[in-house]
């Protein structure tokens, strides 16, 4: 038989993230696939990179966090004429520690992070239309 946890324990999994991350943390969108692991090099070209509300995920209901408020950037001066987005890193506020990663889509493509286009030229408003964290052992 499998482990089962409440709502309250898996919603208290899931506020920690937010807490250890910290207020305001950098969250960069980056062309190709993502490292092995949040600990590794970063991994393909900075495609944008923005500061997200400094309370940026919704508090857990039912083994679920989502993002809070509007999540928006502009498209760096490394995405040239557009290049496709593969994956995104969340950082502390300092931009230098990784503490989440994963893959991006456009919208209704089922990434970890859904954007409103994933393909990011210099200059381009870049918008998260969907991020969600859901704990397991329900």
């Known amino acids: 038989m499998a482990v089962k ?7 208290a999994r899931l506020d ?8 305001s943390p950098k969250l960069q969108i980056r062309s ?9 090099a970063d991994s393909g070209t900075l495609l944008c990179e923005m500061t ?18 509007t999540w928006s950037g502009t498209g760096h ?6 290049t ?8 502390d506020s300092a931009g230098t520690n990784c503490h989440l990663q994963g893959t991006i ?3 209704s493509g089922g ?3 859904e954007l409103d286009n994933i393909s990011i030229a210099t200059g381009q408003t870049v918008t998260v239309n969907s991020f969600n964290l859901t704990d397991g052992n329900a």
């Open 84 to 91: 496709n987005a593969g994956h995104f890193r969340i950082k």
């Open 5 to 11: 946890l409440s709502d309250s324990v898996r919603n």
């Open 111 to 113: 990434g970890d992070m």
């Open 105 to 107: 889509t456009g919208t």
């Open 77 to 82: 001066a490394n995405a040239g004429g557009g």
């Open 52 to 69: 997200l509300p400094a309370d940026f995920m919704a508090a857990a209901a039912a083994g679920v966090k989502g993002k809070n408020g």
């Open 32 to 40: 190709g696939a993502a490292p092995a692991n949040c600990a590794a």
């Open 16 to 23: 920690s993230i937010e807490s250890t991350i910290g207020a």
